[in-house]
Nanobody, 125 residues
Framework: VQLQASGGGLVQAGGSLRLSCVAS????????MGWFRQAPGKGREFVAA????????FYEDSVKGRFTVSRDNAASTVYLQMNSLKPEDTAVYYC???????????????????WGQGTQVTVSS
């Protein structure tokens, strides 16, 4: 599986961005898709995930109510709609995929087998 993330950019605080991640390979609908981010000088952080086959969504506490993860299985694409952006959301955002994750593991980056190249999100104050 290859992942291609896009949609990052520079936005003012309070603004919105939508990230996309297109996956190549079969059986996309069965994959758990995750979004992670890494700010300068910090470790990688879980942001959101959506399980395959209608298994539900998961969010990091600081983005709940502001970010929405969704998927279009026909287009093999996962989205991260980010609203009410804050300067602390500034980071490189990565999408990740794995076929066999259980719900308790979706927040753990090391559990994902496939990663995209990252897209920069910068939120100015």
């Amino acid at each position: 599986v290859q992942l291609q993330a896009s949609g990052g950019g520079l936005v003012q605080a309070g603004g919105s961005l939508r990230l996309s991640c297109v996956a190549s390979g079969p059986a996309f609908r069965s994959y758990t898709m995750g979004w992670f981010r890494q700010a300068p000088g910090k470790g990688r952080e879980f942001v959101a995930a959506i399980k395959g086959n209608g298994g539900g969504t998961f969010y990091e506490d600081s983005v709940k109510g502001r970010f929405t993860v969704s998927r279009d299985n026909a287009a093999s694409t996962v989205y991260l709609q980010m609203n009410s952006l804050k300067p602390e959301d500034t980071a490189v955002y990565y999408c990740a995929a794995d076929r066999n994750l259980i719900s308790s593991s979706v927040r753990i980056g090391q559990q994902y087998d496939y990663w995209g190249q990252g897209t920069q999100v910068t939120v100015s104050s």
